[in-house]
């Protein structure tokens, strides 16, 4: 007995065998007529196949398709596929109400439509370049939702679904909402763009009137020789020191915020290390001859796209540390570079007066020093300016000391800045 049924299982129309016994077997069927030799027909040849198993398939698929969908359904990102040419052709329930697009508005050039034309090219060269090279895509862009006009800030990924060969066959992707923390970046570089300004402006500004004071408050103590006594002799030097030291604020607070915020650029030519070394020794010459002091370079030196100007100044505000922070001996500064997983690492060591490790990683902030302006002179603005400078290279500093045994600086920068 054969029962024909539509397709009341979400499957395409399928033929039913039933036994005797009223078990139902799912088969395909077909027939051939069988003709006389008058070409008459005399009967008819049935053929059934057993396809139980390719049904049992089939609706396995057809469940955890249903099942992926629910899943999907469910995530806060936007989910989509694509097939290996990188045609979308699937959006979840979050695709349609943050793009706006029906599930079946897919079409090659979907990413034209939905993503800002200045992102457009990068998404697009990152797309390409993921789906040859086979390899995860990671992008961020800004999205259309079509119905409103509005662009959010997302971070795609895509991973590759590869077939038994290994080779993709097709592409599961998210979209995920960065907008707010986009937006709190921006909002935080602008602040930091006005708060750069500021100090600039403010540091520029102030070192006139200073140069005045001193210049003014100098002239009058040498038109009035004589006239003073101890005392008020004292003050007016005091006038003069504290302006003089308020004017190396300035000049250090301006190389500071020039450290943050001069371009780099584009494409820096590698620097020998060496050649930035001599130049900060040639601007530290008068306070090494007169510390009697003795710097050496211990073995070869690299070359690495760093601009020169940030390379001389590290090498001139730590060495320009040892000749100030000197002991009882005359100063002995070692110079060495090492490579060390991926990174270049460059020590200054010297024979000072040391620092207590407790505040090896307090000595990087703005305008922190361990010891008075009356015992060494300085503002505690240039280990700041270092670690600035090597933060826009992707590199970092620390030091390795104790007290009255030295210390060690040291700054890595990636091999392969």
Same mark, same amino acid.
Request: aromatic share 8%.
């Given at each position: 007995?054969?029962?024909?049924?539509?397709? &009341?299982?979400?499957?395409?129309?399928?033929?039913?065998?039933?036994?005797?016994?009223?078990?139902?077997?799912?088969?395909?069927?077909?027939?051939?007529?069988?003709?006389?030799?008058?070409?008459?027909?005399?009967?008819?040849?049935?053929?059934?196949?057993?396809?139980?198993?390719?049904?049992?398939?089939?609706?396995?698929?057809?469940?955890?398709?249903?099942?992926?969908?629910?899943?999907?359904?469910?995530?806060?990102?936007?989910?989509?596929?694509?097939?290996?040419?990188?045609?979308?052709?699937?959006?979840?329930?979050?695709?349609?109400?943050?793009?706006?697009?029906?599930?079946?508005?897919?079409?090659?050039?979907?990413?034209?439509?939905?993503?800002?034309?200045?992102?457009?090219?990068?998404?697009?060269?990152?797309?390409?370049?993921?789906?040859?090279?086979?390899?995860?895509?990671?992008?961020?862009?800004?999205?259309?939702?079509?119905?409103?006009?509005?662009?959010?800030?997302?971070?795609?990924?895509?991973?590759?679904?590869?077939?038994?060969?290994?080779?993709?066959?097709?592409?599961?992707?998210?979209?995920?909402?960065?907008?707010?923390?986009?937006?709190?970046?921006?909002?935080?570089?602008?602040?930091?763009?006005?708060?750069?300004?500021?100090?600039?402006?403010?540091?520029?500004?102030?070192?006139?009137?200073?140069?005045?004071?001193?210049?003014?408050?100098?002239?009058?103590?040498?038109?009035?020789?004589?006239?003073?006594?101890?005392?008020?002799?004292?003050?007016?030097?005091?006038?003069?020191?504290?302006?003089?030291?308020?004017?190396?604020?300035?000049?250090?607070?301006?190389?500071?915020?020039?450290?943050?915020?001069?371009?780099?650029?584009?494409?820096?030519?590698?620097?020998?290390?060496?050649?930035?070394?001599?130049?900060?020794?040639?601007?530290?010459?008068?306070?090494?001859?007169?510390?009697?002091?003795?710097?050496?370079?211990?073995?070869?030196?690299?070359?690495?796209?760093?601009?020169?100007?940030?390379?001389?100044?590290?090498?001139?505000?730590?060495?320009?540390?040892?000749?100030?922070?000197?002991?009882?001996?005359?100063?002995?500064?070692?110079?060495?570079?090492?490579?060390?997983?991926?990174?270049?690492?460059?020590?200054?060591?010297?024979?000072?007066?040391? &620092?207590?490790?407790?505040?090896?990683?307090?000595?990087?902030?703005?305008?922190?020093?361990?010891?008075?302006?009356?015992?060494?002179?300085?503002?505690?603005?240039?280990?700041?300016?270092?670690?600035?400078?090597?933060?826009?290279?992707?590199?970092? &500093?620390?030091?390795?000391?104790?007290?009255?045994?030295?210390?060690?600086?040291?700054?890595?920068?990636?091999?392969?800045?």
């Amino acid at each position: 007995k054969v029962r024909r049924l539509n397709a &009341i299982t979400g499957l395409a129309n399928h033929t039913l065998l039933i036994r005797r016994d009223g078990t139902e077997i799912p088969i395909d069927d077909s027939g051939a007529p069988i003709a006389d030799a008058n070409a008459k027909i005399t009967g008819v040849v049935m053929v059934f196949r057993d396809v139980t198993d390719r049904r049992r398939a089939e609706r396995s698929t057809e469940e955890s398709a249903k099942r992926y969908r629910q899943l999907a359904d469910s995530m806060p990102q936007i989910v989509w596929t694509a097939n290996r040419d990188g045609v979308v052709d699937y959006g979840n329930k979050r695709w349609r109400e943050r793009i706006g697009l029906p599930p079946d508005r897919f079409t090659s050039d979907i990413w034209a439509t939905v993503i800002h034309p200045d992102d457009l090219e990068n998404f697009l060269n990152t797309w390409d370049k993921s789906r040859g090279d086979s390899e995860a895509l990671e992008v961020e862009c800004r999205v259309q939702n079509i119905q409103t006009g509005r662009y959010t800030w997302f971070l795609g990924r895509a991973i590759p679904i590869r077939d038994h060969r290994g080779a993709p066959e097709r592409w599961f992707g998210t979209f995920t909402d960065i907008d707010e923390r986009k937006q709190s970046e921006s909002a935080l570089r602008q602040a930091n763009e006005d708060l750069s300004q500021f100090a600039y402006s403010a540091s520029h500004d102030l070192q006139e009137p200073l140069r005045n004071v001193i210049m003014f408050t100098q002239l009058f103590a040498r038109r009035n020789t004589g006239r003073f006594d101890p005392d008020s002799e004292e003050m007016i030097q005091l006038v003069v020191d504290s302006a003089k030291r308020m004017e190396d604020l300035m000049r250090d607070l301006l190389l500071y915020v020039r450290a943050g915020s001069m371009p780099m650029a584009t494409e820096t030519k590698p620097i020998d290390f060496r050649q930035a070394l001599d130049k900060a020794l040639a601007n530290l010459h008068t306070a090494i001859s007169s510390a009697g002091a003795v710097v050496e370079v211990d073995g070869e030196l690299p070359k690495l796209p760093i601009e020169e100007v940030h390379l001389t100044q590290l090498f001139q505000n730590i060495i320009g540390n040892s000749l100030k922070y000197r002991g009882n001996e005359p100063p002995r500064v070692r110079v060495s570079a090492a490579l060390r997983n991926g990174e270049w690492v460059i020590s200054i060591g010297d024979n000072g007066i040391g &620092i207590d490790p407790h505040y090896a990683h307090q000595i990087f902030g703005l305008f922190k020093r361990l010891h008075g302006a009356g015992q060494y002179p300085g503002t505690g603005i240039g280990l700041a300016i270092c670690q600035k400078i090597l933060e826009r290279y992707g590199g970092r &500093i620390w030091v390795d000391s104790e007290i009255n045994h030295g210390a060690q600086f040291s700054f890595a920068i990636p091999a392969t800045n």
